[in-house]
Every structure is written in C-alpha cells, then in structure tokens.
C-alpha cells in the first residue's frame, strides 16, 4: 500500500463538494458522508496502485484518474505515494478545468 496525499487543490475540492451538497440538500450529514465516500475511493486506490484507474496522458504524463459517482478522482504515483491532484465533478470539462487549476 502507498502513503495518500492530499495536494491543496484536491483538499479544496472536497471542501468545495462538501459545502455544495451541504447547500442543495440542506443536510451536512448527507455531505460528511459523500465526502467520506470519496475519502475512501482514494485510499483504495492507495491500496492497489496501478489497479485502479486509467491514465490521462492528454491531460499531464503521470496522471491517472478514477471515476466515483458522479466525479473524477485525478491522481498521481510520486515514489511510494499517491496524491490526490483534484476531485471535479464528471459532467464539467476535465481538460480545461485541468489546464486552468495547473497555470
């Protein structure tokens, strides 16, 4: 198993889904719980490196990503870790929100 790492993007994504559905569903527990759900999809792809996801070359060399209900775990292998790049929501276009997170 490889060490998870939060980069500060990702870590603002899932503040940023945990305040949106905190907002649409008026219930904080609903968003503590999704939150929690997506927590745990990126331990399990720290569990089974090179397993779990696809690579996304046209995107940057080294990322992959992971599809999770409804969002996009993008994320990277540096020596024994993997760190979370972003979290985005699947219907938003991954490229160009991707090149403009990066610049």
Same mark, same amino acid.
């Given at each position: 198993m490889?060490?998870?790492r939060?980069?500060?993007?990702?870590?603002?994504? #899932?503040?940023?889904?945990?305040?949106? $559905?905190?907002?649409?569903? %008026?219930?904080?527990?609903?968003? &503590? !719980?999704?939150?929690? +759900? #997506?927590?745990?999809?990126?331990?399990? $792809?720290?569990?089974?490196p %090179?397993?779990?996801?696809r690579? &996304? !070359?046209?995107?940057? +060399?080294?990322?992959?990503?992971?599809?999770?209900?409804?969002?996009?775990?993008?994320?990277r292998?540096?020596?024994d870790?993997?760190?979370?790049?972003?979290?985005?929501?699947?219907?938003?276009?991954?490229?160009?929100?991707?090149?403009?997170?990066?610049?």
């Open positions: 490889r060490r998870l939060y980069n500060d993007a990702a870590r603002d994504d #899932l503040l940023a889904i945990a305040r949106y $559905i905190r907002l649409s569903s %008026g219930n904080s527990e609903i968003a &503590r !719980s999704f939150v929690s +759900s #997506l927590r745990i999809q990126c331990e399990k $792809i720290a569990a089974l %090179g397993t779990i996801g690579t &996304r !070359s046209e995107l940057r +060399s080294d990322l992959r990503s992971f599809a999770f209900k409804g969002y996009v775990i993008l994320f292998y540096v020596e870790t993997v760190e979370v790049v972003n979290i985005l929501e699947r219907h938003r276009d991954i490229a160009a929100e991707f090149k403009t997170e990066q610049s």
